[in-house]
Each structure stands twice: as C-alpha cells, then as structure tokens.
C-alpha cells in the first residue's frame, strides 16, 4: 500500500514521547501533524478515534494508509458532547490516537482532565480548534 506520507518513520514515534500534546492546534495544523498521526496510527491495531472533525479528517487518514475498519468518527451535537467523549475515548484505552475537533478553546480544566485521561489510558491525543468564523462586517 502507498501511503501520502513516505517520510513518517519510526523516528517520529520516538519522537512522541508525551502521551498528550500540551498545545490545543488550529485545524490548518491537521496537515502538518499528519505524519505524527501516521505513524501512531500505523504501529498498532487499536483505534484511530476522531471527535467532530469531517469527513475530509476521515479521508486524509484513510489517504495516509489508516484503515478504515480502524477508524471510529464520532460526530458529537456540541462542544460538550465532544469535550466528554473525547474524555472517554481517552479514559477507555482502545484507541492509539484520539484527535478531537473543538470549535472552542476548551476550559483549562477540561484540558487538563484530557492530559490526566490521556496519560492513565497511555493514548496519545491531539485536540484541534476550529478557528472563528470570520464574518464580513455590513
């Protein structure tokens, strides 16, 4: 199978050390952490877990070798259904890699319970934050 990514190698998994990324990324850092993702996706059978995100998500990842068997979409009606179903991804261990999508910043409390839940559960996550929509001023 050829993958998007070619350069995403074991190195990056050394890389990744921290099981939860400190910093909340704009959804434009989605591309660039890609062959991250890759390569913790691709090292193991569990779970590639996506809260909100589109269907774009989903392909970029299926594009990058992920199979699609291996990938759980969990859409969430609003951002406290994706802040607490990120929180339980994270917290049930099934997944390699949790990537939520969060139109807000989250409050530093819910980050930190992400990095609490990430760390227990060993599961690397990365939360993406859809920038404000920028309305033209009439």
Not at 47 to 54: D, F, K
Not at 74 to 97: I, K, M, N, P, Y
Not at 112 to 120: I, L, P, Y
Request: contains cysteine.
């Amino acid at each position: 199978m050829k993958y998007n990514y070619p350069h995403a190698t074991r190195d990056l998994v050394a890389e990744a050390v921290a099981f939860c990324d400190d910093s909340t990324l704009n959804n434009d850092d989605f591309s660039q952490m890609m062959p991250r993702i890759q390569s913790l996706a691709l090292r193991t059978t569990q779970w590639v877990t996506v809260i909100g995100g589109s269907r774009a998500i989903v392909q970029q990842l299926v594009d990058a070798g992920v199979s699609r068997g291996k990938i759980r979409w969990v859409a969430g009606r609003d951002a406290d259904q994706r802040e607490w179903a990120t929180e339980q991804a994270l917290l049930a261990g099934t997944s390699s890699v949790v990537l939520s999508f969060l139109d807000h910043y989250s409050s530093p409390r819910v980050h930190q319970r992400f990095k609490m839940a990430s760390k227990v559960s060993q599961t690397h996550s990365f939360v993406f934050r859809t920038p404000p929509s920028q309305s033209p001023l009439h």
